[in-house]
Nanobody, 113 residues
Framework: VQLVESGGGLVQPGGSLRLSCAAS????????MGWYRQAPGKQRELVAD???????SYADSVKGRFTISNDNAKNTVYLQMNSLKPEDTAVYYC????????WGQGTQVTVAS
């Protein structure tokens, strides 16, 4: 099982980024895919997740700015991040909840002018 993330980088405040995470390997059954983030000196927190039937949840801090979506056929989850703020700076981790919980290696998102 492997989760490959892409799309992180440096962006100015107010800008946008789109993260992608493709899951490969043999999964017994995927229930949920999502994104967590961890800023320096802070605990890892849930950003957003989505079930295979399309139900979503978001952290209050990103509601209205981030949108999570998925492609079940490709085992891929996306995170569209708009109106980015410096406080969104963190390492973003993809996660897949199936028979076990799997984590990606993380991708850095830096919001700075």
């Amino acid at each position: 099982v492997q989760l490959v993330e892409s799309g992180g980088g440096l962006v100015q405040p107010g800008g946008s980024l789109r993260l992608s995470c493709a899951a490969s390997g043999t999964f017994y059954s995927i229930n949920t895919m999502g994104w967590y983030r961890q800023a320096p000196g802070k605990q890892r927190e849930l950003v957003a997740d989505i079930t295979t039937d399309g139900s979503t949840s978001y952290a209050d801090s990103v509601k209205g700015r981030f949108t999570i979506s998925n492609d079940n056929a490709k085992n891929t989850v996306y995170l569209q991040m708009n109106s980015l703020k410096p406080e969104d700076t963190a390492v973003y981790y993809c996660t897949v909840v199936a028979d076990l919980t799997y984590w990606g290696q993380g991708t850095q998102v830096t919001v700075a002018s």
